[in-house]
Nanobody, 135 residues
Framework: QVHLAEFGGGSVQNGGSLRLSCVAS?????????MGWYREAPGKLREGVAL???????SYLESVQGRFTVSEDSTKHTLFLQMNNLSPEDTATYYC????????????????????????????WGHGTRVTVSS
């Protein structure tokens, strides 16, 4: 059973930065997962934000391109999301996920697809960390 725990959320002002971390545990040797960050804004469905492919290639939601950077430290089983130049539109609960391949690209992880993944209880999700950006 894979367990994911997110850290680093908080409140910042417009233009500020935050770095989220996701610590993963419980992997079975040989298991491969597609790691990524998703977010759920108040009153909206969850969507993909920054996703990694099996070879480590990153894809981003268009609205965060150039501001957010996803990375991982595979030796420590930790996924990061560096978020710069935050805006109030980035206010959301951010979730780390480990999904079985094939890996989605960010533009494929739209709210409808993510909802299907959640309803199918597919993969593993953290409990989320809240990010609030004030204007």
């Amino acid at each position: 059973q894979v367990h994911l725990a997110e850290f680093g959320g908080g409140s910042v002002q417009n233009g500020g930065s935050l770095r989220l971390s996701c610590v993963a545990s419980g992997y079975t040797p040989g298991e491969d997962f597609c790691m990524g960050w998703y977010r759920e804004a108040p009153g909206k469905l969850r969507e993909g934000v920054a996703l990694l492919g099996m070879e480590g290639a990153a894809s981003y939601l268009e609205s965060v391109q150039g501001r957010f950077t996803v990375s991982e430290d595979s030796t420590k089983h930790t996924l990061f999301l560096q978020m710069n130049n935050l805006s109030p539109e980035d206010t959301a609960t951010y979730y780390c996920a480990a999904l079985p391949p094939p890996c989605l690209l960010a533009h494929e992880a739209d709210p409808t697809v993510v909802r299907s993944v959640l309803e199918a209880n597919y993969g593993y999700w953290g409990h989320g960390t809240r990010v609030t950006v004030s204007s």
